[in-house]
C-alpha cells in the first residue's frame, strides 16, 4: 500500500544535466519529458472491471502482484485490503477478468511460526508484490512492506534484527508453497538488508512493491524511492541453500538503467521478466503508476531503456461508454507469451476520482480492480 505517495506533480522536465546525487548509480539519460527512443506514442489499455460468482466485480482486495500460474492470472492482497482478502492467492481467468478461486488464508510453516516474525505474518503483513520460480511452479515469492501499525519484534528479536539498511521493522521476503491439494504455506522467511551505502532511508511506506525471478535464480526486488526520492531496482540470488539461513538476506544492486529524476514521485509499483523468443535476452518490465509508464529495462544493458506512456481506459458496460480513467495506479504485471497483463490497485483515497458514469460508482466505492493488456511490442526491445 503506497497511498501517501502524492501525485507526480512534476511531469518530468528531464534535463540531462541536472541529474544529481546518484553518482553510484548508472544513468539513464533523459533529455525531454516525452518517453524516450522510439515510443513517443501513447499506448492505450481498455481495462475490463474483475467479476466473481457471487458479486458484480471483487471487493477491496488492493490488488498489489501479478503473476501466471498454468494458464490463469494471480494476485494478492496487501495490508490495507478487506480483511477476508489478505494472505491469499487469488485466481484469475484472464480471458472472462473473472475470480476463479482464492486459496486458504495462507498457513505457516512450524519454522515460520517460530520465527521472529510470526505476529507479524500472522496478523495482516502487507504483502505487496509477487514472484514466480520458474525452476519450480509450485513455489511463489511475495514481500512485505509496511510494518508499522501491527509490526513489533521482542527485544530479542530486534535485537538481531535491527541492522536493516532501511526500515525499522525489516522488509520480509517470504516463500509460498502450494501444495496438491492447492493449499498455500508460508514456508520460509528471511529479513532483508539494505547495505548503508545504497542510502535507500527509510520509508515504510515506500518500500519494494514489485518482483520479479529469472531462470538463473536472480530475484529482482523494485523499491518505491530511496533517500533521494529515485525508483530503485535491487536484486538477491536465490540459491539451492538460501533458505536454509534465518539471517539477513543481503541485497544487491545490478548494473541497471533504471531512469532517474529530479523531482515529483516515480514510485517502481510492479515488476515482471520478458526473455525473448530467439535469444533468450532478459528485459524487466516496471510498471511506473504514478506517471502511466512502462519502463522496459534490458537486463544486459545493451538496449536502451524505455518509458512507454499508456492510457488506461474502462471497457463500455453498465450502460456507460468507454472512458478514460483519472487514475488507475498500476501494481501488478506480467508478461504471458505475447502479452503484458496489467492489474490496478485502487488507489483509496483517489479512486472515485475515476467515475464518469454514476452506474460505475459503487464499483469504485467496492474499490474494485480492472485488468488490462496490451501486446508486447518487438520495439522494446530493440
Ligand atoms: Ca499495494
Ligand atoms: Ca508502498
Ligand atoms: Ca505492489
Known amino acids: 500500500m503506497l497511498k501517501s505517495c502524492a501525485v507526480a506533480a512534476c511531469t518530468g522536465l528531464l534535463l540531462a544535466g541536472a541529474i544529481t546525487g546518484c553518482s553510484e548509480k548508472k544513468e539513464a539519460t533523459f533529455t525531454e519529458a516525452a518517453p524516450s527512443a522510439n515510443t513517443a506514442t501513447v499506448l492505450t489499455s481498455i481495462g475490463r472491471w474483475i467479476s466473481t460468482d457471487t458479486s458484480d466485480v471483487m471487493q477491496d482486495p488492493q490488488t498489489s502482484g501479478l503473476i501466471e500460474i498454468d494458464g490463469q492470472l494471480v494476485t494478492i492482497a496487501d495490508g490495507s485490503?478487506?480483511?477476508?482478502?489478505?494472505?491469499?492467492?487469488?485466481?484469475?481467468?484472464?480471458?472472462?477478468?473473472?475470480?476463479?478461486?482464492?486459496?486458504?488464508?495462507?498457513?505457516l510453516a512450524t519454522k515460520v511460526r517460530r520465527s521472529c516474525f510470526s505476529d507479524y505474518l500472522t496478523n495482516a503483513p502487507d504483502l505487496e508484490a509477487l514472484a514466480s520460480d520458474p525452476s519450480n511452479p509450485n513455489v511463489i515469492y511475495t514481500v512485505t512492506e509496511d510494518a508499522t501499525r501491527t509490526g513489533t519484534l521482542s527485544t530479542r528479536c530486534e535485537k538481531k534484527y535491527q541492522n536493516t539498511g532501511s526500515?525499522?521493522?525489516?522488509?520480509?521476503?517470504?516463500?509460498?508453497?502450494?501444495?496438491?491439494?492447492?493449499?498455500?504455506?508460508?514456508?520460509?522467511?528471511?529479513?532483508?538488508?539494505?547495505?548503508?551505502?545504497?542510502?535507500?532511508?527509510?520509508?515504510?511506506?515506500?518500500?519494494i512493491e514489485g518482483m520479479a525471478m529469472a531462470k538463473d535464480g536472480t530475484l529482482y526486488l523494485g523499491l518505491e524511492k530511496d533517500k533521494t526520492g529515485q525508483p530503485r531496482i535491487f536484486s538477491l540470488n536465490i540459491t539451492d541453500?538460501?533458505?536454509?539461513?534465518?539471517?539477513?538476506?543481503?541485497?544487491?544492486?545490478?548494473?541497471?538503467?533504471?531512469?532517474?529524476?529530479?523531482?515529483?514521485?516515480?514510485?517502481?509499483?510492479?515488476l515482471a521478466l520478458y526473455s525473448t523468443a530467439d535469444n533468450d535476452d532478459n528485459f524487466l518490465l516496471a510498471a511506473a503508476r504514478n506517471d502511466n509508464e512502462v519502463w522496459v529495462i534490458d537486463v544486459a544493458g545493451k538496449v536502451e531503456t524505455k518509458r512507454i506512456p499508456m492510457q488506461f481506459n474502462v471497457s463500455a458496460d453498465n450502460n456507460c461508454g468507454e472512458y478514460v480513467m483519472d487514475n488507475a495506479s498500476i501494481e501488478g504485471l506480467v508478461v504471458v507469451e505475447d502479452t503484458l497483463w496489467l492489474i490496478n490497485d485502487p488507489w483509496k483515497v483517489n479512486y472515485l476520482k475515476n467515475v464518469k458514469c454514476e452506474a460505475e460508482t459503487p464499483r469504485y466505492e467496492a474499490m474494485a480492480p480492472l485488468l488490462f493488456s496490451v501486446p508486447l511490442n518487438d520495439a522494446w526491445f530493440q
Open 241 to 270: 541453500d538460501f533458505w536454509q539461513s534465518a539471517d539477513f538476506a543481503v541485497v544487491d544492486e545490478p548494473d541497471l538503467s533504471v531512469p532517474i529524476f529530479d523531482a515529483g514521485s516515480h514510485p517502481i509499483n510492479g
Open 81 to 107: 485490503a478487506a480483511f477476508e482478502q489478505q494472505r491469499k492467492l487469488h485466481f484469475l481467468d484472464k480471458d472472462t477478468a473473472t475470480l476463479t478461486n482464492s486459496s486458504n488464508a495462507f498457513n
Open 167 to 207: 526500515t525499522d521493522y525489516p522488509t520480509l521476503l517470504v516463500r509460498l508453497e502450494r501444495d496438491e491439494n492447492d493449499s498455500v504455506t508460508m514456508t520460509h522467511v528471511r529479513p532483508l538488508q539494505f547495505p548503508t551505502e545504497f542510502e535507500v532511508g527509510n520509508f515504510p511506506n515506500d518500500g
